[in-house]
């Protein structure tokens, strides 16, 4: 992750050299809408200073416009299926329209990485960067924070619950075009979804939801999704047997203990977790714990997971992505050296898909980890989206 880090560094140091305009006035707009709640604007970027901003990394002949970027919250439902008031960034082209909708979602923030989410815009945020770029070239991009984020962080984000994530990610969607259409902003019936890491399950849910649930209210042209753990339930075989240390431990202890709370199974967690690391884990997830698996997970778990008789599998198997037909163009995106959730997962994915007949390809990165794919990804999705846009 240190280059991609060090990448958005220097993006962040230029933005701040060329400058950028707040909004005059830093005002909220509250709606009545079915779901759009409230928006505040957060930044203003010309055409001309987003050309400077990205002009040394190759990108400035793509900018066609200038943006505006709006935190907004929504109405949606939280795990409990209760309502709630969850927050996401629009950001909309400096010109009326008619644009296309691309929804990103981001990838794994732990307790401590709320400040960096879409709606507070804040300057080291990586993701509000490629939602600038998107914008940039003629998309009204919409960036949910998720549950457990922004205005719900009173509560605990489900790490990887991905099918009840992308109702978050639905409802966001919903509430940007409540925002366009309220403030005269022509939008295109034409819906692009992405993401990264675990957005590009989101992403990859979201597209599946929408499919059986809302074709009739959505146009999906295409989906893009990156490093995404759609075999979750294979790559947890890999991590169990894994006898090395792995720097995204905390990541992987994350997903079993929301499982074991989303799917009922309710153990205590010391039946996963060898002490006094399950009490640590159960204080927070960002607890120093060993990286190496042999040493953090308890034999009796792992015994029953490898043989396929603990109730976590049927958990994971309800998360996994590869097993339906998209109906709409998907592409795949991985780098090849993915070493957080790696490629077998969109090998898996698109294997099945194009065997289903599905629209599907793979895009993949040649020689890059999980943090080095972002401007070969933001490439793709601009050469792929490009001529259904």
Known sequence: MFILKTFF????????????????????????????????????????????????????????????????TYKTK??????????????????????????????????????????????????????YMMA???????????IGYGSTKNVEHNYCDYNNIAVNAIDAIRAAREFCSSNSFTLKNKLFLTGWSEGGAVAMATMKKIQSDFSGEFNITATAPLAGAYYGSFLAKQILQMNTESPYINSYAWVVKTYNKTGSINKALNYYFNEPYASAINNSIESIIPKNPQVLFNNIF?????????????????????????????????????????????????????????????????????????????????????PLR
Request: aromatic share 14%.
């Open 9 to 72: 560094k220097l993006l962040v140091a230029a933005i701040l050299f060329i400058g950028c305009k707040k909004p005059a006035q830093n005002y909220s707009q509250i709606y009545n809408g079915n779901h759009l709640v409230s928006s505040t604007p957060k930044r203003v970027l010309s055409k001309t200073q987003l050309i400077s901003l990205y002009s040394s990394y190759g990108a400035a002949s793509y900018i066609r416009n200038g943006i505006k970027t709006y935190a907004i």
């Open 78 to 131: 939280d795990y409990n299926g209760i309502e709630t008031i969850a927050s996401a960034a629009v950001i909309v082209p400096d010109s009326p329209g008619p644009y296309p909708l691309i929804n990103y979602n981001h990838g794994t923030y732990f307790p401590s990485d709320d400040w960096r989410l879409p709606s507070y815009n804040n300057d080291y945020n990586s993701d509000i960067n490629i939602g």
């Open 136 to 146: 940039s070239v003629g998309y009204v991009v919409v960036m949910p924070d998720y």
């Open 302 to 386: 792992k015994q029953n997971y490898l043989n396929n008789t603990d109730p976590l599998i049927a958990e994971f198997a309800k998360h996994d992505l590869w097993n339906f037909k998209p109906a709409s163009k998907t592409i795949l995106c991985q780098g090849q050296n993915d070493t957080y959730v790696p490629l077998i997962n969109a090998q898996k994915a698109y294997t099945e898909m194009n065997a289903l007949g599905a629209d599907v390809s793979l895009v993949i990165y040649p020689g890059k980890d999980h943090g080095e794919c972002i401007w070969d990804y933001l490439s793709t999705i601009y050469t792929s989206f490009e």
